[in-house]
């Protein structure tokens, strides 16, 4: 199967840890000119150095004003994005009776207008060219919702609706928009589920993980990798008839047809 990625421009946000990382990382394999953003230059520094060549760029997701200066400083270094990773932490767990209203407008301005912001920035490039990528990292749980994430079931929510939306409006441009719902997968995301989920439950971390295991067909929890494949995939020349869907990567825990 050929991918044609060679000197794609991609832009992964929040890319230097987790499932970000292991996009970019997939992107850079597969040829691609890659740039990432996130938080914290340490981190960013330590995902850079697996990919020779890739833009770091500190910038947080639910910033307006970083978000234009990440994807201006990837414009001028590169020249353009053709396939823009929409990623992000998701917002914390919570029961609906103890989140505030200033935990639904972080989550909004992190989840939902993050996503917004940067396709607005990059989508006239695309459809100007005939070409584009908007790929949305999401969760399983816009499918079935996850226990203890009021917050992520939500609003990642109003992301598929827009997303769906959004690719009915630039597919004649050749600007494909798909939404990838990630599973338990190993990441920061998952440790600090199982932490809240333990000190709920009284529970230890270790007797969470493997009831969450138990549950999935496929008996374990997800790797970054495995969903960062799917996202390549969408990603490349090879998925050229795939728009508007929202696909899920849990090991079959999802149960819906």
């Known amino acids: 199967m050929e991918l044609n990625l060679k000197n794609r421009i991609v832009l992964v946000t929040a890319g230097s840890k987790g499932i970000?990382?292991?996009?970019?990382?997939?992107?850079?394999?597969?040829?691609?000119?890659?740039?990432?953003?996130?938080?914290?230059?340490?981190?960013?520094?330590?995902?850079?150095?697996?990919?020779?060549?890739?833009?770091?760029?500190?910038?947080?997701?639910?910033?307006?004003?970083?978000?234009?200066?990440?994807?201006?400083?990837?414009?001028?270094e590169f020249g353009s994005i053709d396939i823009l990773v929409n990623n992000a932490g998701g917002p914390?767990?919570?029961?609906?009776?103890?989140?505030?209203?200033?935990?639904?407008?972080?989550?909004?301005?992190?989840?939902?207008?993050?996503?917004?912001?940067?396709?607005?920035?990059?989508?006239?490039?695309?459809?100007?060219?005939?070409?584009?990528?908007?790929?949305?990292?999401?969760?399983?749980?816009?499918?079935?919702?996850?226990?203890?994430?009021?917050?992520?079931?939500?609003i990642r929510m109003a992301v598929l609706g827009w997303a769906k939306t959004l690719a009915n409006q630039v597919a004649a441009d050749n600007v494909l928009v798909n939404t990838i719902c990630p599973g338990f997968t190993q990441t920061d995301r998952i440790a600090q589920i199982l932490e809240q989920q333990s000190a709920a439950s009284g529970k230890s971390i270790e007797e969470i993980a493997a009831g969450l295991a138990a549950q999935i067909p496929m008996q374990r929890i997800g790797r970054p990798e495995e969903v960062a494949n799917l996202a390549v995939f969408?990603?490349?020349?090879?998925?050229?008839?795939?728009?508007?869907?929202?696909?899920?990567?849990?090991?079959?825990?999802?149960?819906?047809?």
């Not at 020779?52 to 639910?62: E, R, T």
């Not at 909004?108 to 006239?124: D, Q």
């Not at 969408?234 to 047809?257: H, K, M, N, P, R």
């Open 92 to 154: 914390p767990p919570g029961l609906f009776v103890d989140l505030a209203d200033e935990d639904w407008d972080k989550a909004i301005e992190l989840t939902l207008k993050s996503v917004i912001r940067a396709t607005r920035l990059v989508l006239p490039h695309m459809r100007a060219q005939k070409w584009g990528r908007i790929i949305n990292i999401s969760s399983t749980g816009v499918k079935q919702p996850v226990l203890g994430l009021t917050l992520s079931n939500s």
């Open 234 to 257: 969408l990603g490349s020349e090879a998925a050229s008839y795939i728009t508007g869907t929202s696909i899920q990567v849990d090991g079959g825990s999802v149960q819906g047809f």
């Open 20 to 76: 970000g990382l292991a996009t970019a990382l997939g992107f850079y394999k597969s040829g691609a000119k890659v740039a990432i953003c996130g938080r914290t230059r340490s981190t960013l520094d330590a995902a850079a150095a697996q990919m020779p060549g890739c833009q770091a760029l500190i910038g947080d997701v639910s910033r307006s004003e970083d978000i234009e200066g990440v994807i201006a400083a990837v414009a001028q």
